[in-house]
């Protein structure tokens, strides 16, 4: 049980490039969540979706897109890179909506994107 | 969500426990208190939460005061792995706030030998 795997770990971009982060998790859960954290702040929520096929935007949607084909994996794109989106990316899941015994949210170990 | 009010940072010698509080002054009647941590370059973890009740589990003791305008984290015997940024936060668990965590600037808890 490997929980959240997120890569790239590091990634440099140059402005106005594109790439994908990945991010998968074995653990079946429905939630599945894209945060960025900016130095010294705390998480924003970008993206989430509440199982295969179903998306939606969170707090700071605008130059990402995301989409959910399968349960385990929730990829977010970045189209155009720009300075403003160098960050650390932090993907997520839980298996139901947290409140209820067992349903918290899980956290990968981060991507850090730099562009340039 | 509420919105919450932590110290900046807190010291807390090894062996000893750290008592991290947190104001909630305007929360609601739904709404839980949830404390996340982060230890450094690392996605945050899930400590505890509660709506009411004091809960305990392996990791820390949340203690709620009757009003529910404020909560006390308790780690029972600190080490210096405990050495994290502590988020209180509290918001309303289900209905269409799927993992809407709003993480403000937390306490910077630092654990001395």
């Known amino acids: 049980n490997a929980g959240v795997t997120q890569t790239p770990k590091f990634r440099i971009l140059k402005i106005g490039q594109s790439m994908t982060l990945q991010c998968t998790q074995d653990?079946?859960?429905?939630?599945m969540y894209w945060y960025r954290q900016d130095p010294g702040m705390g998480l924003k929520l970008i993206y989430y979706s509440v199982g295969a096929g179903i998306t939606d935007k969170g707090e700071v949607p605008n130059g990402y897109n995301v989409s959910r084909s399968t349960t385990e994996d929730f990829p977010l794109r970045l189209e155009l890179a720009a300075p403003s989106q160098t960050s650390v990316y932090f993907c997520?899941?839980?298996?139901?909506?947290?409140?209820?015994?067992?349903?918290?949210?899980?956290f990968g170990e981060g991507s850090w994107l730099t562009v340039v | 969500d509420a919105k919450t009010t932590q110290p900046p940072s807190m010291d807390c010698a090894e062996g000893r426990a750290a008592n991290l509080p947190c104001n909630h002054s305007?929360?609601?009647?739904?709404?839980?208190v949830y404390w996340y941590r982060q230890i450094h370059s690392q996605g945050p973890q899930y400590i505890i939460h509660?709506?009411?009740n004091n809960e305990t589990n392996e990791m820390a003791s949340l203690i709620i005061t009757e009003d529910r305008k404020s909560s006390t984290l308790i780690l029972p015997h600190a080490t210096l792995r405990d050495t994290a940024v502590y988020y209180c936060?509290?918001?309303?668990?289900?209905?269409?706030?799927?993992?809407?965590?709003?993480f403000g600037q937390g306490t910077i808890l630092t654990v001395h030998p």
């Open positions: 509660g709506l009411k």
């Open positions: 936060i509290v918001r309303v668990a289900g209905g269409t706030s799927y993992g809407k965590l709003t």
């Open positions: 997520a899941s839980s298996y139901g909506v947290e409140g209820a015994p067992g349903n918290t949210i899980y």
């Open positions: 305007t929360i609601s009647g739904n709404e839980y």
């Open positions: 653990m079946n859960h429905n939630y």
